[in-house]
């Protein structure tokens, strides 16, 4: 099992930045690829970026692409994600994802979830 805790998540006027956290415990050597989605109210939960654990690898979501950042700190088992130039249309519940096979924009690929953090962006 892996256990995902996720943090970071506010309140912040649009153009403004915040940075998510997501520390990993357990069986983490199990998961190839660390991803974050969002779910806005009244929407579909959507993909938002992933990075591979062994490479530097990271992928986007086209919404995102230019504005957030997918980083990792293995030694802490820990993946961020930066935000910046932030939007209204970024409000959502931010979740951490794990995945150890699969397509890393499906999230029902993924296996473990955090219980995820809400950011909310004011216009």
């Known amino acids: 099992q892996v256990q995902l805790v996720e943090s970071g998540g506010g309140l912040v006027q649009a153009g403004g930045s915040l940075r998510l956290s997501c520390a990993a415990s357990?069986?983490?050597?199990?998961?190839?690829?660390m991803g974050w989605f969002r779910r806005a109210p009244g929407k579909e939960r959507e993909y938002v970026a992933s990075i591979m654990k062994t490479e530097s690898s990271a992928y986007y979501a086209d919404s995102v692409k230019g504005r957030f950042t997918i980083s990792r700190d293995n030694a802490k088992n820990t993946v961020y994600l930066q935000m910046n130039s932030l939007k209204p249309e970024d409000t959502a519940v931010y979740y951490c994802?794990?995945?150890?096979?699969?397509?890393?924009?499906?999230?029902?690929?993924?296996?473990?979830w955090g219980q995820g953090t809400q950011v909310t962006v004011s216009s």
């Open positions: 357990g069986r983490t050597s199990s998961t190839v690829f």
């Open positions: 994802a794990a995945l150890r096979s699969g397509r890393v924009q499906y999230a029902n690929d993924y296996e473990y």
